[in-house]
T-cell receptor
């Protein structure tokens, strides 16, 4: 079974530029998450999708971050404009729909995109 | 996050047992997790425990939960060099939304 795919793996940009990250979840997983992991910290949830709808975006800095999952499969996360403090690894994860019971407990993580903002 | 705390570093000799500790603050936590992160890789779920359990064993891994003290621990028996990684404690409610600690870096020395 293929895992969660993310691209690019690395990105270096200057502050005030824009950047976009792509995620392809595991086939059949209705729930998709984007996390931000700053160096030395644990991942912090940015946004959660159930199919193509947003379940929770309370931690997403909406003045500069946006995310979409138009067809309920792939997702993109965009930052516009980027700030120095956005330097982090952006992790995508997917899981079964929460109504699937114990099957929904495990989130499967992609390798992440490491963003450096200069 | 600040709701989940764990020690930052642990050094252990190969073959010994490792014990990683974690405390959490949310009394409504339903699931407690241990994730492993190796360099350049995403997180991998090692094990989880439901909040009404106090122990779970899975091969070399033993999870202990003290719900009264909100304390979770992970014991790795016969620690190997491949166990060197960052271990994250996390909790969630029934919504499965994870709150992670800052991670414990485990270094296994020969």
């Amino acid at each position: 079974e293929a895992g969660v795919a993310q691209s690019p793996r690395y990105k270096i940009i200057e502050k005030r530029q824009s950047v976009a990250f792509w995620c392809n979840p595991i086939s059949g997983h209705a729930t998709l998450y984007w996390y931000q992991q700053i160096l030395g910290q644990g991942p912090k949830l940015l946004i959660q999708f159930q199919n193509n709808g947003v379940v929770d975006d309370s931690q997403l800095p909406k003045d500069r971050f946006s995310a979409e999952r138009l067809k309920g499969v792939d997702s993109t996360l965009k930052i516009q404009p980027a700030k120095l403090e956005d330097s982090a690894v952006y992790l995508c994860a997917s899981s079964f729909h929460r109504l699937a019971g114990n099957k929904a407990v495990e989130q499967f993580f992609g390798p992440g995109t490491r963003l450096t903002v200069l | 996050g600040e709701d989940v705390e764990q020690s930052l570093f642990l050094s252990v000799r190969e073959g010994d047992s490792s014990v990683i500790n974690c405390t959490y603050t949310d009394s409504s936590s339903t699931y407690l997790y241990w994730y492993k992160q190796e360099p350049g890789a995403g997180l991998q779920l090692l094990t989880y425990i439901f909040s009404n359990m106090d122990m779970k064993q899975d091969q070399r891994l033993t999870v202990l939960l003290n719900k009264k003290d909100k304390h979770l621990s992970l014991r790795i028996a016969d620690t190997q060099t491949g166990d060197s990684a960052i271990y994250f404690c996390a909790e969630s409610g029934n919504d499965y939304k994870l709150s992670f600690g800052a991670g414990t870096t485990v270094t296994v020395r020969a």
